[in-house]
């Protein structure tokens, strides 16, 4: 979810900003690779914004960190799988939901900071001010970090079924 919701609202930056996506199958082949590849490419602060399934089925891709010689930090979505399948009307048959389609992965990806050699910090999804410390201190650091963010993927998905509910009600009271 985490390059949809960039895209749904993400507010316009007064800044130069460059955003990249991966579409390959289902949206999460190579996207650690991606991300490191495209910043050896350029002197520019690199942020990977990333679910945690995408994480774990190219985690690998951390590899290149000190092949090619990038920093980076990554904000890791880590909603224990699959927050994106909630927009789908399978949703509403539990099982086989949860078993086949959200598919819960129960890891702790704490481990990749010694398995990578880079640092790895977790907060809470509520905690919006220690996120933002953590970010700061990572943009400002030599070397690649890893920032999970606990997030709840049914309770992310009714929020934005609220808003977008919000969204339609506005623009229709405009007509």
Do not use: K, W
């Amino acid at each position: 979810m985490p390059v949809r919701d960039a895209d749904r609202f993400a507010a316009p930056a007064a800044t130069g900003l460059t955003m990249l996506g991966n579409r390959g199958a289902s949206g999460i082949d190579g996207i650690v690779s991606t991300a490191l590849g495209a910043g050896s490419a350029t002197a520019d602060d690199l942020t990977l914004v990333t679910g945690d399934l995408a994480y774990y089925h190219d985690m690998n891709g951390l590899l290149a960190l000190e092949r090619c010689d990038v920093d980076a930090t990554v904000v890791l979505v880590d909603n224990d799988g699959g927050g994106i399948f909630h927009m789908l009307p399978i949703e509403a048959f539990d099982p086989p939901f949860t078993a086949q389609f959200r598919t819960p992965h129960g890891l702790d990806f704490e481990p990749t900071g010694e398995l990578y050699d880079l640092s790895f910090a977790r907060v809470g999804g509520d905690d919006r001010e220690g996120f933002r410390e953590l970010y700061r201190e990572s943009v400002a650091s030599e070397g690649t970090q890893v920032i999970a963010v606990d997030s709840d993927a049914e309770a992310s998905h009714r929020v934005r079924e609220e808003l977008a509910e919000t969204v339609a009600e506005r623009v229709a009271a405009i007509e």
